[in-house]
T-cell receptor
Framework: GQQVMQIPQYQHVQEGEDFTTYCNSS?????IQWYKQRPGGHPVFLIQ?????EVKKQKRLTFQFGEAKKNSSLHITATQTTDVGTYFC?????????????FGKGTLLTVNP | DAGVIQSPRHEVTEMGQEVTLRCKPI?????LFWYRQTMMRGLELLIYFNNNVPIDDSGMPEDRFSAKMPNASFSTLKIQPSEPRDSAVYFCASSFLRTQETQYFGPGTRLLVL
């Protein structure tokens, strides 16, 4: 079945440093979604990328979708303590299973103030 | 909108007891998902409903788990009998499924089975 891998599993940074998490799918994706889960919270949708090579920005967050639509990355510039949490990527299944999101295991980001 | 509502938020029970988790999806959403989250296995889809009909229950661990959606505004996930290995956070999520729509998660139920 479809697999979505994320690296790294954990990342600890000093406030102000940059952070990047990478997502790789075993299959070509029609789109990729990113979610953030704060400690003790629930996953919250951040963004969806659809087009090959697409780049989207949300303030200090930059999201990229690979040309082959099998990988993606999230880059945070100048991290802040409010960025703490686990970042998940998720890809839908193909064909009749497109409702089913396969989530990566996530990257836990901690920020030292 | 209040978002997805789940109850209870926390549940502590003893092995063998029945546990019922409840979910109210966002009004107007026609798809509902139950997930289980653990450190070891991450987020796992348990069951998916579309227009109140179970479409995919391949993620339900075993016969001890059952889910219902009697109407568009309510769903339950029941574990009977519960076991310690069922301890996890259970999330309900809803979406308006056109094509690969985003999912809106509830706050979750943190279940501990002793």
């Amino acid at each position: 079945g479809q697999q979505v891998m994320q690296i790294p599993q954990y990342q600890h940074v000093q406030e102000g440093e940059d952070f990047t998490t990478y997502c790789n799918s075993s299959t070509t994706l029609s789109n990729i979604q990113w979610y953030k889960q704060r400690p003790g919270g629930h996953p919250v949708f951040l963004i969806q990328l659809v087009k090959s090579g697409e780049v989207k920005k949300q303030k200090r967050l930059t999201f990229q979708f690979g040309e082959a639509k099998k990988n993606s990355s999230l880059h945070i510039t100048a991290t802040q303590t409010t960025d703490v949490g686990t970042y998940f990527c998720a890809g839908p299944g193909s064909g009749g299973s497109n409702y089913k999101l396969t989530f990566g295991k996530g990257t836990l980001l901690t920020v030292n103030p | 909108d209040a978002g997805v509502i789940q109850s209870p938020r926390h549940e502590v029970t003893e092995m063998g007891q029945e546990v019922t988790l409840r979910c109210k999806p966002i009004s107007g959403h026609n798809s509902l998902f139950w997930y289980r989250q653990t450190m070891m296995r991450g987020l796992e889809l348990l069951i998916y409903f579309n227009n109140n009909v179970p479409i995919d229950d391949s993620g339900m661990p075993e016969d001890r788990f059952s889910a219902k959606m009697p109407n568009a505004s309510f769903s339950t996930l029941k574990i009977q009998p519960s076991e310690p290995r069922d301890s996890a956070v259970y999330f309900c999520a809803s979406s308006f499924l056109r094509t690969q729509e985003t999912q809106y998660f509830g706050p979750g139920t943190r279940l501990l089975v002793l």
